[in-house]
């Protein structure tokens, strides 16, 4: 499955959430609802999935590497549209659930039901949120790594609520655990 220019495999069940029949639906009568790009369920994890490839943009994008930061047009940093994105699919996902006799929403209740089962609340799996951020956003003061950390501690914090791990990875530090990534040919 592709997002920007990125080809992801999933080990097991997964979908491109953001493009299924119910999210739409969602958005058209929740116009600032959002949501992750993956859903992905495999033996150890239910994980959310949100790339973004800034490879070649960094210039336009490192406003978003700051935290907690919103600019007057609306738009937010990485760690505040990622919290929003995981609030938007698990409200989505629960419409989907309880949704009857509604278009699309069945390709999603096994998601849902997966979400709501026993295993996570007795932690035989984990819920994983994934910010896929690809980039050279490092400087003289502070190497990527030291950027990728501080956003994934600002999403843990806004998500504290949420018996999640968080992860923010890259190429060069993802560890395919549950899928794998390369460029899409072409690009």
């Known amino acids: 499955m592709v997002e920007s220019g990125l080809n992801f495999t999933f080990s097991e069940q997964a979908i491109k959430f953001d493009e299924t029949k119910f999210y739409g639906m969602f958005k058209s009568y929740l116009p600032n609802g959002k949501g992750v790009d993956f859903l992905s369920i495999n033996q150890d994890a239910f994980i959310m999935l949100e790339v973004k490839n800034c490879a070649g943009h960094e210039r336009e994008n490192v406003w978003r590497t700051k935290t907690n930061f919103k600019k007057e047009n609306g ?23 309880i949704a009857y006799n509604l278009g699309g929403a069945d390709e999603l209740k096994p998601y849902f039901q997966e979400l709501t089962s026993k295993k996570y609340e007795k932690g035989k799996k984990a819920l994983q949120i994934i910010l896929f951020l690809e980039g050279e956003f490092g400087s003289k003061t502070r190497t990527k790594k030291m950027i990728m950390k501080r ?36 690009n």
């Open 75 to 97: 738009e937010e940093s990485f760690d505040i549209e990622v919290a929003k994105k995981v609030s938007g699919t698990l409200a989505c996902l629960s419409g989907a659930g």
């Open 151 to 186: 956003i994934r501690d600002k999403i843990s914090e806004k998500l504290k609520w949420l018996n999640c791990i968080v992860r923010v990875v890259d190429f060069n530090t993802y560890t395919k655990n549950g899928y794998s990534v390369e460029i899409e040919k072409g």
